[in-house]
């Protein structure tokens, strides 16, 4: 994404979830809408090493460009932390 559309695009193709998922949340509350819905973390779970491999190349080009969110991420090939926050037991 980076090399073919640019730093700036980057940046903003990577905000359109974060952008999308506030803008639910303030209108769910601002018009007090009954529903479940309940803002959460998002996780990227990799089961094939090459696939891991690659979402890290990606995430750390980003980095270096300096794409916000990117470096917003956290980061863990734990699989303490997957358990710590419940999404393997």
Known sequence: MLSSHGRAEAEKLTQFESSNLSAVEKLVKGEKIDCDFV???AYD???RDE??????VKVNSLRRAGVQSALDLTI???SEEAERVGLIT
């Open 39 to 41: 803002s959460t973390l």
């Open 45 to 47: 779970i990799f089961f």
């Open 51 to 56: 696939d891991w491999a690659a979402a890290l």
């Open 76 to 78: 863990s090939s734990s």
